[in-house]
């Protein structure tokens, strides 16, 4: 029998479906390697507590 999700199951569903909506977008923009790339990069950011703190010009 399927159990319902819980809230917190609902929300990872919801960000994975923009995750994936977000990836579709830059593979055809920019191709896989940056699309992947730019993943990778996020991922490293998100282990080294870096996330917020880009600085632009």
């Not at 819980?6 to 995750?19: A, N």
């Not at 055809?28 to 990069?41: D, P, Q």
């Amino acid at each position: 029998m399927p159990s319902e999700l819980t809230p917190e199951d609902r929300s990872k569903d919801e960000f994975f479906v923009r995750l994936s909506q977000l990836s579709e977008e830059m593979v055809a923009r920019h191709g896989k390697e940056f699309s992947m790339g730019a993943l990778v990069l996020a991922a490293r950011w998100i282990a080294e507590n870096r996330t917020g703190q880009l600085k632009t010009n």
